[in-house]
């Protein structure tokens, strides 16, 4: 039983020193890419009689040095989608993202949906939309 012991505890210890990394040096944090939206991140459709499918697009530009990548986009229900480039956006450029809206079973009165966009950026952004539907009389 010592013996299992005793070589438990070497064992131990020679994982633990072949894990330890000399002379490691601190991982450099990867620049940010930074952008701007030319327009409001809350786009308004105001109020609206047809069931038809609400579309915006939200542009915006990488002002940064490094290319701007979107990792993910979450919207808010299953109701609005995003569509949006996979390519990276180099420094200098213009793109944008159409987010959509099809609110095709949803009663009178106000929505408001969102869709959170998740990139290499310094912050997270939320666009949202809204609007009001009212049926025709």
């Known amino acids: 039983m010592k013996k299992l012991s005793y070589f438990s505890v070497l ?7 072949s894990c330890r990394r000399q002379g490691a040096q601190p991982v450099a944090e990867q620049p940010k890419a ?8 809350t786009h308004d459709f105001g109020m609206y009689r047809t069931r038809d499918t609400m579309v915006h697009y939200f542009v915006y530009k990488n002002i940064g040095k490094v290319p701007f990548v979107i990792n993910k986009v979450e919207p ?12 990276p ?21 106000l929505w408001r949906k969102s869709c959170t ?21």
């Open 11 to 17: 064992l131990l210890v020679l994982l633990t020193a």
């Open 34 to 41: 930074q952008i701007e939206f030319l327009s409001d991140l």
């Open 76 to 87: 808010s229900c299953h109701c609005t989608r995003a569509y949006y480039s996979h390519q």
């Open 89 to 109: 956006l180099q420094p200098g450029q213009k793109d944008s993202i159409r987010i959509t809206y099809d609110g095709d079973g949803f009663l009178d009165g």
């Open 117 to 137: 966009i998740y990139s290499n950026a310094d912050t997270t952004f939320v666009l949202r939309l809204q609007g009001t539907y009212y049926a025709a009389e």
